[in-house]
Structures are given as structure tokens and as C-alpha cells.
T-cell receptor, first 111, second 119 residues
Framework: QKEVEQNSGPLSVPEGAIASLNCTYS??????FFWYRQYSGKSPELIMS????GDKEDGRFTAQLNKASQYVSLLIRDSQPSDSATYLC???????????FGAGTRLFVKA | GAVVSQHPSRVICKSGTSVKIECRSL??????MFWYRQFPKQSLMLMAT?????????EQGVEKDKFLINHASLTLSTLTVTSAHPEDSSFYIC???????????????FGAGTRLSVL
């Protein structure tokens, strides 16, 4: 089992719909969780971080964390074509200095 | 807005030479900077966390003598790839964290990346 797993996609949603991106992790003691967006050929940008169970909202983005089930998700409301990118989930593991990135999910928002 | 400048954007070098990459925060002070590498069509790998005035914290499996990090000021961190070999060819990306307790800010900005090709 990979330490951080994401569906590689592509995930295709129509403009205006909700895009749901999921991520599962194996280290049960992980405390810090991040979502990054990366456009093709560009550097990633941090869009959300979440540390406690529940939802965290920032504009059109909502991160959801469920430590018992070991998953973290990202919802993008009112998806726009400009949201088309690869979304990387990252988990900072306990007991060390290692942050594991998922392979990323490619999102395609159709106009 | 805040900008992180990374230089050079692309470098080609011969095997055995050393390459230095600079990362600057242009309009904020960054006590913490991060260095990542990314192979083609693969995910990011955090290499190390660079703290101003102290030694960098390297991730497991990253050779600290191979990848020298210096964070001499609040606006500059450098990564030196020593005795580079073809397997070091990668996309190296730096990131700087802007923290302001008074403004409730804790944001991480990324540089544009450096594409290193070792012949």
C-alpha cells in the first residue's frame, strides 16, 4: 500500500459543478495535511492545509479530514476551467521529518 | 503580492561539477524555506526544511552532504548540488513561508523552479 494514495484521474467535471478529490494515507498518527495545485510545467501552490477533523473552508475550496478513516478530501465548488490542474495531497508523518506527497489527481473542468 | 524568486530557472552542467540554486523572498522575511525536487510526471519530494540561522532539517533518505543548504538571511536560501551526476537531473523547487501572527498569516509561496540537467 502506498503511503499517500490519490486517484490519478483525470477527473472530468462540467463547469459550475463540484469537484471532489480524495486522498488516503497509511500513517495513522499523521497530524498535518495539505493540498497543492500544480499547473502543467509550473511550480505547485499551496491552496489548503488542515490539521483537525472536520471541514475547513476557504472560498470555493473545502478541505475535509477524517483521521479515523485516514482520508482527506478537497471539494471545489463552482468549478471553473481555470481550476484544471493536478492536485497534490501531502501528509506530514509522525515520528520523523518526512512529508509524503501523493502522485496527484488531474482535474479537467469542461467549459 | 508576495513573490519568491528562484534562480537560475534552467541550468545545464557537466557531471562532477557543483551547481548553486538561489531562492529569495522578495517582499517578506522568511524564517523557513523548503526545498523540493520533482521528477518528470512524478510527484513532489520534500528534500529539506531550511531555517534561518540554523542547520537545515533534511528528510529521510536525502544526502545532506550532497545537497548543501544555506539559509544565511531572512530572505535568501541556497541549495548547492555538489558533484552533480546525471541522476541528479530534476526540477528543483523552493518555497518560502510567510508568517505574521498579527495578520493571522501563514502562507507558503513557491518559486518558479530550476530545471537541472547534468550531462
Amino acid at each position: 500500500q502506498k503511503e499517500v494514495e490519490q486517484n490519478s484521474g483525470p477527473l472530468s467535471v462540467p463547469e459550475g459543478a463540484i469537484a471532489s478529490l480524495n486522498c488516503t494515507y497509511s500513517d495513522r498518527g499523521s497530524q498535518s495535511f495539505f493540498w497543492y495545485r500544480q499547473y502543467s510545467g509550473k511550480s505547485p501552490e499551496l491552496i489548503m492545509s488542515i490539521y483537525s477533523n472536520g471541514d475547513k473552508e476557504d472560498g470555493r475550496f473545502t478541505a475535509q479530514l477524517n483521521k479515523a478513516s485516514q482520508y482527506v478530501s478537497l471539494l471545489i465548488r463552482d468549478s471553473q476551467p481555470s481550476d484544471s490542474a493536478t492536485y497534490l495531497c501531502a501528509v506530514r508523518q509522525t515520528g520523523g521529518f518526512k512529508t509524503i506527497f501523493g502522485a496527484g489527481t488531474r482535474l479537467f473542468v469542461k467549459a | 503580492g508576495a513573490v519568491v524568486s528562484q534562480h537560475p530557472s534552467r541550468v545545464i552542467c557537466k557531471s562532477g561539477t557543483s551547481v548553486k540554486i538561489e531562492c529569495r523572498s522578495l517582499d517578506f522575511q522568511a524564517t523557513t524555506m523548503f526545498w523540493y525536487r520533482q521528477f518528470p510526471k512524478q510527484s513532489l519530494m520534500l528534500m529539506a526544511t531550511s531555517n534561518e540561522g540554523s542547520k537545515a532539517t533534511y528528510e529521510q533518505g536525502v544526502e545532506k552532504d550532497k545537497f548543501l543548504i544555506n539559509h544565511a538571511s531572512l530572505t535568501l536560501s541556497t541549495l548547492t548540488v555538489t558533484s552533480a551526476h546525471p541522476e541528479d537531473s530534476s526540477f528543483y523547487i523552493c518555497s518560502a513561508r510567510e508568517v505574521s501572527a498579527s495578520l493571522g498569516k501563514n502562507i507558503q509561496y513557491f518559486g518558479a523552479g530550476t530545471r537541472l540537467s547534468v550531462l
